[in-house]
């Protein structure tokens, strides 16, 4: 996977999350001890923290629960979630069918890089893990800060390095990379995708280098949430 380019990672990514796609929700709540549903909860107060109300995007929504946790603000009034997995994207409609959420929810297959919407469209736009996937980082954060209304903001709930004055920096990756593929084998037979994920993580950015981008891109008013030991953080920009 390393030294895959371009879109052949991009491919070789997306063939991955579908393979996954039947376990992934367990997965998260296993490999997180259950945490990853506080940490969305309080990401998706975070996004719709400015009191705009109408259309919030989640970019890299897979099975959709960030999109769930979003509508129940009432400030908003739809939720369009996107992603380039569509086994993820399968599983996403047959969980708002069950809660009757056609309505307020729109599920699309597509590029983050290439958002097929117009300028100022979303009061909010959240990506809940999938920042890593992303093959030009500081583009598809333009383009997300590009849909988004004045005052609303971008937040991102990532799985980032540690940073190097963080203690525990020579302790937490060699055990992810350790455990997470061994349970990836136990649970979804698929050791290669779990041995992805904390190499994926070990060429990352760090928290702190990823609000630079943020702030570069013109996002203000950047702040940096850590938690989970600091391997985890919402980090949330304001566009002015």
């Known amino acids: 996977m390393a030294n895959l380019q371009g879109s052949q990672r991009a491919k070789y990514v997306e063939e991955m ?11 998260n709540s296993l490999m997180s001890a259950g945490q990853h549903k506080i940490w969305r909860r309080d990401a998706t107060i975070e996004a719709v923290s400015n009191n705009l109300t109408g259309e919030c995007l989640d970019v890299a929504t897979g099975t959709g629960d960030f999109i769930f946790d979003l509508l129940k603000h009432d400030s908003v009034s739809k939720v369009i979630g996107l992603d380039f997995s569509k086994e993820m994207l399968a ?3 047959e969980k708002l069918q069950k809660l009757n959420l056609e309505n307020k929810i729109d599920l699309i297959k597509g590029d983050v ?4 919407f ?11 893990f999938g920042t890593r996937n992303f093959i030009d980082v500081p583009l598809a954060i333009a383009e997300m800060t590009r849909v988004i209304q004045p005052k609303g903001k971008l937040v991102i709930l990532e799985i980032l390095r540690i940073e190097s004055s963080n203690p525990l920096k020579k302790i937490i ?12 084998k136990i649970i979804t037979g698929n050791r290669e995708a779990y041995s992805y994920l904390p190499k994926s993580v070990d060429v ?3 928290a702190s280098e990823l609000a630079t981008i943020m702030r ?25």
């Open 91 to 93: 599983i996403a409609n």
């Open 17 to 27: 999350f579908d393979r996954i796609s039947k376990r992934y929700d367990l997965m």
């Open 113 to 116: 890089h290439h958002l097929p």
């Open 216 to 240: 570069k891109t013109g996002l203000k008013n950047i702040k940096i949430n850590k938690r989970a030991l600091g391997t985890v953080a919402i980090i949330s920009g304001e566009k002015i």
């Open 118 to 128: 117009g300028d100022k469209k979303f009061i909010s736009v959240t990506v809940g």
């Open 204 to 206: 990352f950015l760090t």
């Open 173 to 184: 990756p060699p055990l992810l990379n350790f455990f997470m593929p061994l349970m990836g």
